[in-house]
């Protein structure tokens, strides 16, 4: 079954973005006036692109990611111009400067070492070199390295697959080596899950990201093409290698999948922001704990809960402990004797 993010043009010059699963019966409700909101008074409208997805979560991503680009963007896309998507990315204003390549800022703190860089060598698919940059982007790496992608680069089909890491994909170098690309580069981890033949140290990701942030000069990490995976050739220029602990009946990793867990690792040292901490309150004194078992076990006797009489004891004892499982603070505590007192004294309203 395929999905679709579509572009409608209005008859006002402006532009809709949405998704469906039936791209030809959408557009013929949009046309109709069947869909109200938007498009419902700014008929005729014109359909100038759709994008068929397999999976409905990426085509809402995709569907989201369109909806929150320029005007500028949107036509470049529509008119395929890869060039202008790009362009029309980089005079975007940028909302913070935490990713800039070299700098490696978070707010106002500067990362004692460079970041490392992702090597793909001879990457086969453009879909792959996009979601590659994105999952480099959601752990703070920007600097992207390619060497003798197959089908060339620029690529237009890794713009889509970015959802949005256009900084990434736009700074990519190209190198028709990778004794080239990593020529900078004093630590240099071959990602590979056979070591082929080759004698070298043989790390997890977290010991590479560890020995990365404590040692001095570039880093890269390098992976391979998506069928096969680096060759011997390859894992020779490296200094170590990299594989993940993995199910030994089932080692399939995907590229991006390869890049994201080297990058997690990297930033869990890289002090990048993490989500604003929410202030749960104080505990709720015993006391107050006291007042709210004792109107439960008033309300509950009142309703004959209790019952029969001799196991009254060992379920009191249970409610105590399930009421003391959570922590209440004393907000929540004063909330659920409220909605107890609601309960015990209905009023009609």
Not at 35 to 46: A, C, L, N, Q, S
Not at 214 to 222: C, E, K, L, P
Not at 239 to 261: D, H, M, Y
Not at 319 to 334: A, S
Request: charge should be negative.
């Amino acid at each position: 079954m395929s999905f679709w993010v579509y572009i409608l043009r209005c008859n006002d010059g402006t532009y809709y973005t949405g998704h469906t699963d039936d791209l030809d019966r959408r557009f013929a409700q949009h046309q109709a006036g069947e869909i109200p909101g938007y498009t419902h008074d700014r008929r005729p409208v014109e359909l100038v692109f759709s994008e068929a997805f397999t999976d409905r979560i990426d085509a809402l991503e995709r569907e989201q990611q369109v909806k929150d680009w320029s005007r500028k963007k949107k036509e470049a896309l529509i008119r395929g111009d890869w060039a202008d998507v790009s362009e029309a990315a980089r005079s975007r204003p940028r909302v913070s400067t935490s990713l800039d390549t070299g700098s490696n800022r978070t707010e106002d703190k500067e990362l004692a070492q460079p970041s490392p860089v992702i090597v793909l060598v001879r990457p086969q698919l453009g879909e792959n070199i996009g979601k590659a940059a994105r999952a480099m982007l959601n752990f703070g790496l920007t600097e992207m390295r390619l060497v003798s992608p197959r089908d060339g680069w620029p690529n237009p089909d890794a713009g889509p697959s970015a959802a949005g890491a256009d900084v990434v994909l736009d700074k990519a170098e190209l190198f028709e080596t990778l004794a080239d690309a990593v020529a900078d580069c004093a630590h240099v981890y071959a990602t590979t899950v056979r070591k082929r033949g080759v004698t070298k140290p043989v790390v997890t990701p977290e010991e590479a990201a560890r020995e990365i942030h404590g040692a001095t000069g570039r880093s890269a990490y390098v992976f391979g093409p998506e069928r096969s995976g680096l060759e011997t050739e390859d894992v020779a220029l490296a200094r170590k290698i990299l594989t993940v602990p993995i199910n030994p009946e089932f080692g399939s990793l995907n590229l991006a999948q390869a890049v994201i867990l080297c990058a997690y690792e990297w930033s869990k040292q890289a002090s990048l922001e993490q989500p604003t901490l929410v202030d749960l309150g104080e505990p709720a004194p015993q006391a107050e704990l006291e007042g709210m078992i004792e109107q439960f076990e008033t309300l509950l006797e009142g309703a004959g809960y209790f019952f029969p009489p001799d196991r009254a004891p060992a379920t009191k004892r249970t409610l105590r402990n399930l009421l003391t499982k959570p922590g209440w603070n004393h907000l929540e505590v004063r909330t659920l004797r409220g909605v107890l007192s609601a309960l015990g004294n209905p009023r009609s309203r």
